[in-house]
């Protein structure tokens, strides 16, 4: 296929942002689509070295009326695109250690039950219970909810390429974005070392990187990369089958079954930004000391595998849509570490934005580029 010099819109990023929108957009009827992605395959920046998790338990309403469209999108996937996203209800459970997280943790539960998420409350002692086998002697309360769990990042990005393909829409790897050409204030092409494509309608798409392609058109996004660092182990024969995913809240500490092991991180509050997805040793030791002190059999365990990779932190780590000062230069970014969970409602509501001038699914309009600059932060506590 030769590498195309026009189209009606071009999206940068080939995670499960850009596959999203170029799909939700080809089945609106917009099939001249290129999304471009830098590296050789499909999602494997920020979307495949995520770790999965998929949840309705969050503080704000915009981030739960997100999960509420999102989460049945993957739970419908495979009948959507006949690729199966091996989404696995497993549960989250939030344990809480901290008297102020506690008071917090109450308000953002009677949040969700007013939207209709039936989250659990947790008794300290009810904690313990349910995790037998884990340290968790001061825990003071923690919430549930059955239907948060995990999906396959891998799966939901092959499933909306392919379909996107199906369709109409060109999908070029090995495609990086050099420059975006701008006229008038308004955009006119996107540059990549394959070729120049003439466009009026950009969608950044970018994810950690989202910042500096939105430079490249001489738009300022507040997206900064931080990295987080994940392992997963060898079998552990003694894990009960119903192990939901425990996130140990205070200690931004976590851990789901992954296989016959288990999959566990700890997100470092004193890492500085950048772009480095090489894994710490010094903080994987610092990680799984505290692992081992809740979860002793991981002593007994090895390590199968390790992964960094980045997050893409907003200053109230809420995402970005729509448009911005630059006439056709769109944003779909910044999630702040759930982005994969969204990425199905996000590309429906860019199709939306970009076809009917607004996103009516849900309500995005305070999501918006501007907000940083007016002081209209929303922010979000529930952040692992």
């Known amino acids: 296929m030769s590498f195309p010099t026009t189209a009606e819109v071009v999206i940068v990023g080939g995670g499960v942002m850009g596959v999203s929108t ?63 996203p091996q989404y696995r209800p497993i549960g989250y459970l939030f344990v809480l250690t901290r008297e102020a997280d506690v008071a917090t943790f109450r308000r953002n539960v009677a949040l969700q039950h007013r939207l209709g998420v039936n989250t659990e409350w947790l008794t300290g002692d009810e904690v313990r219970r349910r995790l037998p086998f884990m340290r968790f002697d001061d825990a003071l309360a923690g919430t549930f909810h059955a239907k948060d769990g995990l999906a396959d990042p891998h799966s939901i990005v092959q499933g909306y390429a392919q379909r996107a393909r199906e369709m109409g829409v060109r999908i070029v790897t090995d495609a990086p974005v050099t420059g975006i050409e701008v006229e008038g204030g308004r955009v006119r092409a996107v540059v990549t ?34 990295r987080r660092q994940w392992l997963t182990t060898t079998p552990l024969p003694d894990l009960p089958e119903d192990f939901p995913f425990v996130i140990d809240f205070a200690q931004a500490l976590y851990f789901h079954p992954e296989g016959k092991g288990v999959l566990t991180g700890m997100s470092n509050p004193n890492e500085k930004p950048g772009f480095n997805q090489q894994v710490d040793p010094e903080w994987e030791l610092v990680h799984m000391e505290a692992a081992m002190e809740r979860l002793p059999m991981l002593e007994r365990a090895g390590v199968m595998s390790r992964v960094a990779g980045l997050y893409e932190n907003t200053p109230d780590a809420h995402p970005i849509f729509g448009p911005t000062e630059v006439e056709g230069f769109h944003v779909v970014a910044g999630f702040s570490g759930h982005g994969f969970m969204h990425g199905p409602v996000a590309g429906l509501l860019m199709a939306e934005i970009l076809l009917d ?12 580029a501007a907000r940083f600059r007016e002081g209209r932060l929303i922010r979000e506590y529930n952040v692992v």
């Open 357 to 368: 001038g607004r996103a009516h699914t849900v309500d995005v309009s305070m999501l918006d």
């Open 22 to 84: 170029a799909y939700h957009l080809a089945k609106r009827g917009v099939r001249d689509v290129l999304l471009l992605e830098r590296d050789t395959f499909l999602g494997h920046g920020a979307t495949g070295r995520c770790a999965g998790g998929v949840r309705y338990q969050f503080a704000t309403e915009i981030n739960i009326r997100l999960s509420l469209v999102s989460l049945p999108m993957i739970e419908r996937f495979e009948e959507e695109t006949g690729v199966s």
């Open 193 to 226: 070392p394959q070729g120049r494509v003439e466009t009026r309608t950009v969608v950044n798409a970018a994810g950690p990187w989202a910042g500096v392609v939105a430079q490249m058109a001489g738009v300022d996004l507040p997206i900064t990369p931080v």
